[in-house]
C-alpha cells in the first residue's frame, strides 16, 4: 500500500504537463529526492492538522485529481494481477495507507478493500485527522453504500505510536466508550506485530522478564526520536506493544462489554518496494528506494539503518485463494504472522483434544471438529473443572535446495489474563528444546547444532481459572542465525579489531547495539477466553 497523503503530490511533480510541477517544492523532489522526502512526511508528522502544499491549489483540488488518476492506476493494476479463474494462483487486493502521525507519533492504518468497490479517493489524514474520523468516513463512503463494498484498516509501528495507537482514550482525550469499542472491533481485526522498522511484540525489562521480546527494538518510539534523538529522547515503553493491547482489551471489555484491541496478529514489510516477500536476511536491499534514490548510486556499505530489518510475512488460513475467501480470513482473524521464514503453524483451542492428536493424519480435521482456529473465543467449559487444550503445530521453512530453511527450536504459548488485581501473563515452553545447544558462528554465518523439522504437541493450560478472561497466542522460535547485517559486515571481511577492515559505511557493524543473530520466528493469532456470565452480558449488550 502506498501513502494517500502522497498519491496527488507524486504525480504532479512527476508530470510536465500539471499544474504545479515547477513549483519549488517540485523542483526540490526531482533535484533533492531525499530532502523531498523528509519534508513532504514531515508535512503530516509536526501537526494535528495538516494542510496541504501550496501547489496543490485551492482546496487541494489540483493534487486531489491527480491523486484519483493514481488511485485508478492501482486498482487497474489491482485487477490486472488478480487470477480470477480456477486455478486461483494469485490474489491481490485495492488498498493504501492512511499516514496519520500527529507530532511525529505513529498512528498508521493500511486499508485494504475486499473487492473492486471500493471509496472513490482514498482518505487521507489531510481529509481524516483521527482514526475516529477515519472510521467514520470509510463507513459513509463504503460500508454504507450498500454495494458491497467492505474493507478492514490494519493499524501498524505501534512501536513508534510515542504511546498512541493503543491508549484507552479517545483522540478528544476521553475514555473509551462502549460504541468506540464496539467500532475498533469491527473495523481492526487485525494488528501488525512485525515489520521492517522492528517487532511491535513486546518489550524486555520494565517487569517482563521474557528475554524473547529483546527481538529486533527500535531505540526510540516516534520519529522525531529516531531523527533528533539528543534533542528528543523518546525510548520505547510497554504501552507500544501489541501484547500489552491484548491485555488492555481484556480490561476494557470489562468493563464496556466489547474488546476494542482483540486483534489477530500479522506481519509485513512496509519496506514500499512493491516486492512483499523480500525478506530474507541474506539479500536485505533496503527501505524504499533500495537505500537510495533512483538517480543516485547505491550508498556504500549497509544499505539501511542498522536498527531495521528486512520485514516479515502475513499468512492467512482460507478455503482458497481468492479475495472473498482471504478476506474472510482477515475479518474471523485466523492468520498469523512471521519474521521473514515460511513457517507454517497451525493453532486450535477446545477442551477435549486427544492427547495423541499429534500423531493423526486428521490433526486440522479434529481442531476445527471439536474446537476453533486462532483468532477465535473458545466455546463455554463442557463441565465444571474442565481446562483449555491448545493443539499447536508447527513446520520449518523449507527452504530451497541451495539454501535449506532453518530447524525450529521450540513452541512457545503465550498466556495473558485478567483477574481482581489487573492483568499478568506467562509463558510456556510447550514443544522443543528451550536448552539447544544449536547457534550460529558470527564470524562465517556458519550454523551449528540440531533443531526439529517440525514440532506438535497438545497443551493443557495448568493454572486456569475460568472465572479469569484470557487469551492464548503461540510463538514458534527458529534455530539462531545471523541477521542481514552480519552477512553484509562478514562481506565486506570486517574485523571489529583492525579499523582498516571497516570500510565506508560499515562503521555500525561494529556498534555497541549491533546484534550479530537473531531467532527468527512466528505468532499466531489470539485465542481468547471469556467467562461464560461475561460473555452472556456480552452477547445481550450487543
Keep these: 500500500t502506498d501513502h494517500a497523503e502522497q498519491l496527488g503530490e507524486v504525480r504532479v511533480c512527476s508530470t510536465p504537463e500539471l499544474p504545479g510541477y515547477g513549483s519549488l517544492m517540485c523542483r526540490l523532489y526531482r533535484w533533492w529526492p531525499r530532502a523531498a522526502f523528509y519534508l513532504m512526511n514531515m508535512r503530516s508528522c509536526n501537526s494535528t492538522d495538516p494542510k496541504r502544499f501550496g501547489f496543490c491549489g485551492e482546496g487541494g483540488r489540483r493534487c486531489l485529481d491527480a491523486a484519483l488518476t493514481q488511485w485508478r492506476e492501482i486498482q487497474a493494476a489491482a485487477e490486472a494481477a488478480y487470477d480470477r479463474t480456477e486455478a486461483c494462483s494469485f490474489t491481490t487486493f485495492v488498498g493504501y495507507e492512511w499516514s496519520a502521525s500527529p507530532n511525529t507519533n505513529n498512528l498508521h492504518r493500511n486499508v485494504i478493500f475486499r473487492n473492486d468497490r471500493v471509496t472513490r479517493l482514498p482518505i487521507s489524514y489531510y481529509e481524516a485527522k483521527t482514526p475516529e474520523d477515519l472510521w467514520r468516513q470509510l463507513r459513509r463512503e463504503c460500508l454504507d453504500r450498500g454495494d458491497g463494498c467492505e474493507l478492514v484498516t490494519i493499524p501498524h509501528n505501534s512501536n513508534l505510536s510515542g504511546g498512541l495507537m493503543f491508549q484507552t482514550l479517545m483522540s478528544d482525550g476521553t475514555p473509551f466508550t462502549a460504541e468506540y469499542a464496539r467500532e475498533r472491533n469491527r473495523m481492526e481485526p487485525l494488528a501488525e506485530i512485525m515489520q521492517h522498522k522492528g517487532d511491535s511484540e513486546c518489550l524486555f525489562g520494565a517487569g517482563n522478564e521474557d528475554e524473547l521480546c529483546g527481538f529486533e527494538k527500535l531505540p526510540y518510539d516516534n520519529f522525531r526520536a529516531e531523527f533528533f534523538p539528543s534533542l528528543f529522547p523518546s525510548p520505547p515503553k510497554p504501552v507500544d506493544f501489541v501484547r500489552n493491547a491484548l491485555e488492555k482489551g481484556l480490561e476494557q471489555e470489562a468493563l464496556l462489554g466489547t474488546n476494542p484491541f482483540k486483534y489477530g496478529l500479522i506481519a509485513s514489510t512496509d519496506t514500499h518496494l512493491g516486492t512483499p516477500g523480500a525478506v530474507d536476511e541474506r539479500n536485505h536491499v533496503g527501505h524504499g528506494g533500495a537505500g537510495a534514490p533512483a538517480d543516485k548510486r547505491v550508498p556504500p556499505g549497509l544499505p539501511d539503518n542498522l536498527e531495521f530489518n528486512p520485514g516479515g510475512l502475513a499468512v492467512l488460513w482460507a478455503e482458497e485463494n481468492t479475495r472473498d475467501s482471504l478476506f474472510a480470513a482477515m475479518k474471523r482473524r485466523e492468520a498469523y504472522g512471521t519474521s521473514g521464514p515460511r513457517i507454517v503453524v497451525r493453532l486450535f483451542g477446545g477442551w477435549s483434544y486427544p492427547a495423541d492428536m499429534c500423531d493423526s493424519r486428521s490433526f486440522v480435521e479434529t481442531g476445527y471438529a471439536e474446537g476453533v482456529p486462532m483468532g477465535s473465543d473458545l466455546p463455554p ?142 505468532w499466531t493469532s489470539p485465542i481468547w477466553y471469556v467467562p461464560a456470565t461475561a460473555a452472556s452480558r456480552r452477547k445481550g449488550g450487543d
Excluded: M
Aim: aromatic content about 10%; some cysteine.
Design 381 to 522: 467449559p463442557p463441565t465444571p473443572g474442565a481446562s483449555p487444550r491448545f493443539a499447536v503445530w508447527a513446520q520449518q521453512d523449507a527452504g530451497t535446495e541451495d539454501r535449506p530453511g532453518t530447524p525450529l527450536q521450540r513452541i512457545q504459548i503465550i498466556k495473558g489474563w485478567l483477574d481482581a488485581e489487573g492483568t499478568h501473563e506467562r509463558v510456556y515452553d510447550v514443544a522443543g528444546d528451550p536448552n539447544s545447544d544449536a547457534g550460529v558462528d558470527p564470524l562465517t554465518c556458519e550454523t551449528f547444532g540440531e533443531g526439529f523439522p517440525e514440532l506438535c504437541t497438545v497443551w493443557t493450560d495448568p493454572d486456569f481459572d475460568p472465572r479469569e478472561r484470557a487469551f492464548y497466542y503461540a510463538r514458534v522460535i527458529e534455530n539462531p542465525t545471523c541477521r542481514w547485517s552480519a552477512y553484509i559486515c562478514n562481506a565486506h571481511g570486517v574485523n571489529c579489531a583492525d579499523p582498516s577492515t571497516i570500510g565506508e559505511g560499515l562503521a555500525p557493524c561494529c556498534a555497541p547495539e549491533h546484534r550479530w543473530s537473531i531467532q527468527e520466528r512466528a
